[in-house]
Nanobody, 120 residues
Framework: QVHLVESGGGLVQAGDSLRLSCVVS?????VGWFRQGPGKEREFVAG????????FYADSVKGRFTISRDTAEAPVFLQMDTLVPEDTAIYSC????????????????WGQGTVVTVFS
């Protein structure tokens, strides 16, 4: 069983930054970040391979968010800059052996999520 634990969420003002962390108990998993805002469906945010290469982003966060990891065992970080109220959501990370992109059904393990609230 693989466990994922997110941290780093909080309450911030528009324009501020946050850095989320995802610790994965298993090795060599690709990781994706997803979010679910109030009254919205869960959506893909960003993903990265198990080796920390080929970051992939949703259009809505491209240029503002950066996903990174140093090794297959290291935490996966999501640096979120220039936050806007529309970024308010529960952010969850997920692990997969086959994808790091927007293919939600291919992620096998999910964390509980961390709450991000952005006020204007």
């Amino acid at each position: 069983q693989v466990h994922l634990v997110e941290s780093g969420g909080g309450l911030v003002q528009a324009g501020d930054s946050l850095r989320l962390s995802c610790v994965v108990s298993g090795r060599a998993y690709h990781v994706g970040w997803f979010r679910q805002g109030p009254g919205k469906e869960r959506e893909f945010v960003a993903g990265i391979t198990s080796t920390g290469s080929q970051p992939f982003y949703a259009d809505s966060v491209k240029g503002r968010f950066t996903i990174s990891r140093d090794t297959a065992e290291a935490p996966v970080f999501l640096q979120m800059d220039t936050l806007v109220p529309e970024d308010t959501a529960i952010y969850s990370c997920a692990a997969s052996k086959v994808t790091w992109k927007n293919q939600r059904h291919l992620y096998d393990y999910w964390g509980q999520g961390t709450v991000v609230t952005v006020f204007s």
